[in-house]
Structures are given as C-alpha cells and as structure tokens.
C-alpha cells in the first residue's frame, strides 16, 4: 500500500498569512503514460464531508478560490493557501488514486493564530 | 440537482449487520466507478471499498475483505455497501463518493454524500 505522509499535523496561521501543508508518498504517484501525478487535496469543516480541491497535483476543481494552489511532482506535494481567511479553518488531507488501496494522508488542522 | 444521499446507519451488536445504501441523481451514475469511504469519530478519511461502472470489479480495504460487500445498480442509481460481522473498529461516518473524471481520466473523488453513521456497540 501506498503510504501518504502530511506535515505538520496543525498549523496556526494569521488571517492573510500564507499556509503550505506537505505531502510525502512512500512511492510515486506519477503516471508516466500520461505525465499526471494522481494526487488530490481535500478540505473538510467541521461536520461536513471532504470538498475536492485539488486534483493531479496541481489542478484547482471548480469554483474553488485561487488562492489554493497545490504544487509537487513524484512523491513530494504540497498545498498552499495564499493568504488565508477565516472560512479556510478546516482539516486538509491529501489522497492518491494512483492505485487500490486508496490512501489518505493522516490530515492536517489549519486554525486561526 | 447533482447529488448523492447515503442511508441505512445506526446501532448495531458487534457481529452484527447492516445494508448501507446511496442514492445518485442528477448526473450518469453508470459512467463512474464509486466508492465507499468512512471516518471513524475524531479521526482521519479511510477508504473502504470501490466499484466499477458495470459492477465487474470490486476492491477492498484488507480490513473489510470477506466481510463487507459493495455493489449496485444502475438501473435504480443506488450504491449499496453490505456489512456483516460487524466490529467496534467498524464505527464510522461513512459516506458515498463519486470517483471524478476529467478529460475522460480519473481525478479522485469529486462528489461527497452527507455520510451515515454505523456505530457498533453492545
């Protein structure tokens, strides 16, 4: 199985300030057919279920803000939030559908410094 | 409306069973693999299961393997999980979710239902 790795586990940011969440896979997610890396990010609120960011690593879904960027390539991710607001505290999880089983990242709690 | 609505949850006796079922509507549920996913309380996203587009092909996570059972129907848009042997470990909000595609290749999983809760206690 494919073990995914988030860093770090919490993280306190001001509103407006920059915050990267990691991501390390135990293998790579890269599909050379295809030069996609079958990486996603997650955000969840509480009480609600997982809403899609990311997904191939770098490609925002629709309609969310540009201000979540996810880079990386291989087996090293990341998520950026460019200046956070306060709508952005949530638990971040990243994910590969790279093969079965699906794996998730342990999660990473973004509060309010 | 494009959505995917779980039921079936509640208390159970460990060794115990219980039907999960998921209603899609609102776009074409035979074009996508779909999966069960679930959260223990207070802790992370754990996948459980997935199925492909026909019913042809399914997977588990080694810890459901021989005891839970996915299927469906594309006839009646419903995704089913059907759980037996039922352990404490297995208490979760689980929910329902759309394995995405763009451009005709996966993208994860892009559509969420509001989750049910199993929660397995004597």
């Known amino acids: 199985d494919i073990v995914m790795t988030q860093s770090p586990d919490s993280l306190a940011v001001s509103l407006g300030e920059r915050a990267t969440i990691n991501c390390k896979s135990s293998q790579t997610l890269l599909y050379s057919s295809n030069n996609k890396n079958y990486l996603a990010w997650y955000q969840q609120k509480a009480g609600q279920p997982p809403k899609l960011l990311v997904y191939?690593?770098?490609t925002r879904e629709s309609g969310v803000p540009d201000r979540f960027s996810g880079s990386g390539s291989g087996t090293d991710f990341a998520l950026t939030i460019g200046s956070l607001q306060a709508e952005d505290v949530a638990v971040y999880y990243c994910?590969?559908?790279?093969?079965?089983?699906?794996?998730f990242g342990q999660g990473t709690k973004v509060e309010l410094k | 409306e494009v959505q995917l609505v779980e039921s079936g949850g509640g208390l159970v006796q460990p060794g115990g069973s219980l039907r999960l079922s998921c209603a899609a509507s609102g776009f074409t549920f035979r074009s996508y693999w779909m999966s069960w996913v679930r959260q223990a309380p207070g802790k992370g996203l754990e996948w459980v299961a997935n199925?492909?587009?026909?019913?042809?092909?399914?997977y588990y996570v080694d810890s459901v393997r021989g005891r839970f059972t996915i299927s469906r129907d594309n006839a009646e848009n419903s995704l089913s999980l059907q759980m037996n042997s039922l352990r404490a470990e297995d208490t979760a909000v689980y929910y329902c979710?759309?394995?995405?595609?763009?451009?005709?290749?996966?993208?994860?999983?892009?559509?969420w239902g509001q989750g049910t809760m199993v929660t397995v206690s004597s």
């Open positions: 994910q590969q559908y790279y093969n079965t089983p699906r794996t």
């Open positions: 979710a759309r394995d995405g595609l763009r451009e005709e290749l996966p993208v994860a999983f892009d559509m």
């Open positions: 191939w690593a770098s």
């Open positions: 199925i492909n587009q026909d019913g042809s092909e399914k």
